[in-house]
């Protein structure tokens, strides 16, 4: 498809998810798909690490926690105007995506998960035992809130959030589709596919890990920093393996290397989360079941299983032509 | 004096709690070549099953009954999970990222099934052997003496059956050439099996021990997760001696580290080192060359 | 003396893509059979199928009269009916004892290890000097004598070899046909899959030429061979009569 006419369909989508306030006014509603377009964010993001970059980062969402804490500590504690702060959260977290990314640079496959995966325990030990600046177990509290001026963010059933949010996950979207279609995009994809090749065609392997995991840092952060504004506290939960779960599922449910799927996937998992929210102990056995038995039947995720189901209908009405041989 | 020798105990007690942990973890991704991250489950679901049988509020056996019991129970029920998470993924050029997933997603279940079951509320175990000893100076519970003492004797079975065994260098060629492992007549599927039933019961072993001197609870199993995989990481995956020489390395310089800098700053420490041991060498300290995956 | 190996019509494939279009072969009686013919055509497809690391899409395959068409490739294994790959990677990790040891897997190989192992070192003397080597540090030939070996340890009443001296230098070429004359000779019967007709004629005189996923020709024992057409089928010119 050409990009002219993504661009056409992603702007009318953000057109119509613009316009769904209007009919949807229920304030609780509204803060679910909040939720989506954070988590949307987030997750594609981890699509372009993981799923163009073939990086197994599982730091990814410690990238998210660095942006919340870099928010909440810099409105909080240093008084920075909530937009600033936004902005640096993004940046925190790519900073904090380069240093993960040194040893990273040339490692193999599962051990990129694990070392990963080490970083985000020591960012989370790090926040812990820094309690002076960061509340520790207990957490940050009372963090200043995103605010568009002239208008009250309080009494509009969570409007103003809404459109920040929408905007964040539309600037995030299109960067990445972008990223993925220049250059850079591609030799991302062409290392994850045949690393030795691309080297041997002057493919840096290590610039392009670091430039590769500090995109997917960026607007994670900045979601981070959303998170921070629009809750108002921060805490170490997101390090848990709870919100990893979830958001890897929707990139893996979504389909890898799509942006899109995981974007969708997001929808769908958000929703469902919250669907069965009541059932205490049962949530993540059910969230846990579901996705083992998604991946039994479509393991290459929704995306695919979507455009498997696009294409048959696409050729219904048309005579079945036979395979070749 | 007195500190060395506690500095050694807590080295040697330490040390044999993370080889017992990172065995599982290393025998699987070994052998299967995944990472199974249900590992630090099996653990916990190891000492709640043992708690099963062991508690008076229960079944009232034994404790030498109910834990090797408990391992063949999580046994079994790692032989079960991995057909569902694990096996319909083999030959899949993405199974390492997959089986995260999954087996992710089973744990996430699996700890809260148990939260379920058993209740919130903190368990306990008895201990291996009741009583304490005293050793120039230090006291020492019999409980962590009995894991010091079994734990060599554990490792070093698997050691003999992964390397004497026909059966073991069976489990350790069906992840290197699946194909031929097929051409010689193994049943890879039902080794397959017995790799992640092996792992889980030695989980469970390592559960048991934690539930003797610490309290239970459905999450226990995350830390010691983490630590294995450190373990692992330093260890290397070529060879399961690897895994096995870091715990008690890694349990040393903790024991050493906490002396000298404290508690609070000796996880920070550790991992600061394992990335700086990466960044030289990739695959592992005990590694010869990284493990062909990916 | 019954057939030991008896293909009809097979037909398989890979994903939607079929390689063989109804390929039927039979020995004669324990004779070696040779399978030779153009690369991709199909060859490596029908070896992999008798094994049973693929799937047949229809038609038989029957060794001593057993229907092994469906079978999962440990129980053909334990029939007796080995196969060794094409460039095969072995387990790299294992040393050659180790590799050997689990070539006596199957169990009617388990009682006479012993006895193969020293087959197999009789045969190839030059793995002895690596037994405890791990095969990833062997080179090509010597990878290729374990390979063998293993087969022979799995105590083998057909061997199937796809292309055993598959980009060996002409030395080690010699030794190895030397090798796999002499196993034929000790009273394996063989079915070889082989670029080099001259070798291939001289171990059997029951040939197939493979082309296209079909048998083109088949050119059975006592049959006079015209060489010069042998070479013209191979390298595309005219067919012309084969006697």
Not at chain 2, 16 to 28: I, K, N, P, Q
Not at chain 2, 136 to 142: F, M, N, P, T, Y
Not at chain 2, 236 to 244: D, E, H, K, L
């Amino acid at each position: 498809m050409s990009f002219l006419r993504e661009l056409g369909l992603m702007a009318a989508g953000l057109v119509v998810l613009a316009v769904l306030p209007a009919v949807i006014h229920d304030v609780y509603l509204r803060h679910l798909l909040i939720m989506v377009y954070v988590y949307g964010v987030v997750a594609s993001s981890w699509d372009l690490s993981l799923g163009y970059g073939g990086i197994f980062n599982f730091g990814h969402l410690a990238l998210f926690g660095v942006g919340l804490y870099a928010y909440g500590m810099l409105t909080k504690l240093l008084g920075l105007d909530p937009w600033l702060a936004l902005l640096a959260s993004g940046a925190a977290a790519a900073l904090a995506a380069a240093i993960m990314a040194g040893p990273i640079l040339r490692l193999k496959g599962i051990y990129i998960v694990l070392v990963s995966f080490a970083f985000s325990q020591l960012v989370l030990q790090l926040i812990i035992s820094e309690s002076d600046y960061t509340g520790g177990n207990s957490g940050l509290v009372r963090i200043p809130a995103l605010a568009i001026p002239g208008h009250n963010m309080v009494r509009d059933a969570k409007l103003g959030y809404y459109y920040i949010a929408l905007g964040l996950l539309g600037a995030s979207t299109l960067c990445l589709r972008l990223f993925v279609r220049a250059p850079i995009g591609r030799s991302a994809i062409a290392l994850r596919d045949n690393e030795e090749y691309a080297v041997s065609r002057g493919i840096s392997l290590a610039r392009q890990r670091l430039i590769t995991l500090c995109m997917s840092a960026v607007f994670t952060g900045m979601a981070g920093g959303f998170y921070g504004g629009y809750f108002r506290n921060a805490s170490t939960d997101v390090f848990g393996i709870g919100l990893t779960t979830l958001l890897l599922s929707m990139v893996l449910l979504g389909g890898r290397a799509t942006i899109y799927g995981a974007l969708l996937a997001s929808f769908l998992l958000t929703f469902l989360a919250e669907a069965i929210a009541d059932l205490g102990a049962w949530r993540p056995i059910i969230i846990g079941v579901l996705i083992i038995l998604v991946m039994l039947v479509y393991p290459g995720g929704l995306h695919a299983a979507l455009q498997a189901g696009v294409q048959r209908v696409g050729t219904l009405g048309r005579r079945r032509t036979r395979p070749l041989l | 004096m007195t500190v060395l020798v506690q500095i050694l105990l807590s080295a040697l007690f330490m040390g044999s709690l993370y080889a017992m942990m990172a065995v599982g973890l290393a025998l699987v991704w070994t052998t299967i070549g995944v990472f199974n991250f249900c590992h630090g489950v099996f653990m916990t679901l190891g000492a709640y099953v043992a708690w099963q049988f062991v508690s008076p509020d229960a079944f009232g056996l034994p404790m030498a009954v109910s834990l090797p019991l408990s391992m063949l129970v999580v046994a079994a029920f790692g032989f079960l999970l991995q057909a569902a998470v694990v096996r319909p993924f083999i030959g899949r050029g993405d199974v390492v990222l997959v089986a995260v997933i999954t087996t992710l997603a089973a744990s996430s279940a699996l700890e809260n099934g148990t939260q379920l079951v058993w209740g919130p509320r903190p368990l306990g175990l008895p201990a291996l052997i009741e009583g304490n000893v005293d050793f120039h100076g230090i006291g020492i519970s019999l409980h962590q003496v009995a894991i010091i003492v079994i734990t060599p004797i554990i490792l070093g079975a698997v050691w003999l059956f992964l390397n004497r065994m026909r059966l073991g260098l069976a489990l350790r060629a069906v992840a290197q050439n699946e194909d031929a492992c097929h051409l010689v007549g193994i049943n890879v599927t039902a080794l397959y099996a017995l790799a992640f039933g092996l792992a889980a019961a030695l989980a469970a072993l390592a559960g048991v021990f934690f539930g003797g001197f610490k309290f239970m609870s459905p999450q226990m199993g995350t830390e010691p997760l983490s630590k294995a995989l450190v373990v692992v990481i330093f260890g290397g995956v070529a060879n399961i001696s690897g895994p096995i020489m870091a715990a008690y390395i890694i349990a040393l310089f903790e024991a050493i580290s906490t002396y000298v800098i404290g508690f609070y700053w000796t996880p920070a420490l550790l991992f600061a080192v394992l990335i700086a041991v990466l960044m030289v060498k990739p695959e592992g300290l005990f590694s010869g060359r990284t493990r062909g995956l990916a | 003396m019954a057939d030991l190996l008896e293909i009809e019509n097979l037909e398989s494939g890979y994903g939607r893509i079929r390689i063989l279009h109804g390929v039927s072969i039979a020995t004669t009686g324990n004779r070696n059979v040779g399978l030779f013919g153009p690369n991709g055509h199909g060859k490596t497809t029908l070896l992999r199928t008798i094994s049973g690391l693929i799937r047949a899409w229809s038609g038989t395959i029957r060794f001593d009269g057993t229907d092994i068409t469906r079978m999962a490739p440990r129980h053909i294994v334990e029939l007796g009916l080995i196969h060794v790959p094409q460039g095969n990677r072995l387990f790299p990790d294992l040393t050659i004892r180790e590799t050997l040891r689990l070539g006596a897997w199957p169990s009617r190989a388990r009682a006479d290890e012993a006895a193969n192992a020293d087959r197999v070192v009789a045969i190839f003397p030059k793995l002895r000097e690596r037994w405890n080597q791990q095969v990833r540090t062997l080179s090509g030939g010597e990878r290729q004598m374990v390979s063998i070996g293993v087969a022979l340890m799995s105590h083998p009443r057909l061997l199937v070899l796809d292309e055993p001296t598959l980009g060996l230098a002409p030395r080690l070429k010699d030794e190895l046909c030397a090798a796999i004359k002499r196993i034929s000779d000790e009273g394996v019967p063989l079915v070889v899959v082989e670029q080099d007709v001259e070798f291939l004629l001289d171990l059997a005189d029951h040939l197939y030429l493979v082309n296209h996923g079909e048998i083109a020709t088949e050119i059975r024992p006592g049959e006079m061979m015209n060489h010069q057409a042998i070479m013209e089928m191979y390298f595309g010119k005219q067919v012309g009569p084969l006697t």
